[in-house]
């Protein structure tokens, strides 16, 4: 199994920027797969990042595109989400997964509120 513990989560105002930190601990090394996901209460939950970990690739959501730069730290086992440009419309509880052996496993969610 795998334990996923987001963090960096809060109150910004539109234009600012945050930076999402989900550390990874267990079965971490066959992790093949992390992605961050956002949902806002009464929505479907949206794919905003996701990265291989194996190669380093890459693939955002529309709406992110040239805003959020998701990475990762293979030594620290953590994956990052640096959000700038921030909109209210951004606002959302932010969860990070982790896809390992066919299973995707879930932190508990951080959350970010974008001031207009």
């Known amino acids: 199994q795998v334990q996923l513990v987001e963090s960096g989560g809060g109150l910004v105002q539109a234009g600012g920027s945050l930076r999402l930190s989900c550390a990874a601990s267990?079965?971490?090394?066959?992790?093949?797969?992390m992605t961050w996901y956002r949902q806002v209460s009464g929505k479907q939950r949206e794919s905003v990042a996701v990265?291989?970990?194996?190669?380093?690739?890459?693939n955002y959501a529309d709406s992110v595109k040239g805003r959020f730069t998701i990475s990762r730290d293979s030594a620290k086992n953590t994956v990052y989400l640096q959000m700038n440009s921030l909109k209210p419309e951004d606002t959302a509880v932010y969860y990070c997964?982790?896809?390992?052996?066919?299973?995707?496993?879930w932190g508990q969610g951080t959350q970010v509120t974008v001031s207009s």
């Open positions: 990265i291989s970990i194996s190669g380093g690739s890459t």
């Open positions: 997964a982790a896809l390992e052996a066919g299973t995707e496993y």
């Open positions: 267990g079965m971490i090394f066959s992790i093949t797969r």
